[in-house]
């Protein structure tokens, strides 16, 4: 399946893109993840700690362990703070 992948901060940063479009067989976020590492090295070091990361599944925000469904985009970004 076909899915729109968004970057945000220094993750767009690290991969040098703020988007993408994949075709995937991944079911989970997680799964992305482990399949983008291997994209390259740009992708292995943005997406190497995923404590350091947070996921949103069609504006939504989840965990990497959710199914990844019928979702069209996925969103990647650094955890958010408030002030």
Avoid: C, N
């Avoid at 992305?32 to 504006?59: I, K, N, P, W």
């Avoid at 990647?76 to 408030?82: A, I, Q, S, V």
């Amino acid at each position: 399946m076909k899915r729109e992948l968004v970057y945000f901060a220094w993750v767009r940063e690290r991969i040098g893109a703020a988007r993408e479009t994949v075709e995937t067989e991944a079911q989970t976020a997680a799964e992305l993840v482990e399949e983008l590492r291997t994209r390259s090295d740009y992708h292995a070091a943005a997406l190497a700690d995923l404590t350091a990361l947070r996921v949103a599944l069609d504006q939504e925000l989840s965990d990497f362990d959710t199914p990844l469904g019928e979702t069209r985009e996925i969103a990647f970004f650094p955890p958010m703070t408030g002030g």
